[in-house]
């Protein structure tokens, strides 16, 4: 994942200035915590809901993707 550099913020800002994160949310999308090594990501919820959903057309493709590439062994299989 790409991270702007412009999203960054250190845990410490967070805790003093939490206003800070939700506005960095609402002009740039996404903010990014930082503490120590970790970073964690603030986002809105239905961002994070939209990139849990697989579309309907990524989920189809799969299954006819596999039966092209291995239709030889099922061939061999179904005999």
């Known amino acids: 994942m790409m ?8 845990i410490t ?3 003093r200035n939490f206003s800070k994160v939700t506005r960095m949310v609402e002009e740039k999308g996404v903010a990014v915590i930082l503490k120590n090594n970790a970073r964690y ?3 809105e919820f239905s961002r994070a809901e939209q990139l849990q959903e697989a579309p309907d057309e990524d989920v189809m493709s799969i ?7 291995n239709r030889e062994a099922y061939k061999v299989l179904a005999q």
Not at 63 to 69: G, M, N, T, V
């Open 63 to 69: 299954p006819k993707r596999l039966i092209e590439q």
């Open 13 to 15: 800002d967070a805790n």
């Open 41 to 43: 990501i603030v986002m």
């Open 3 to 10: 991270v702007n550099t412009d999203n960054l913020i250190s």
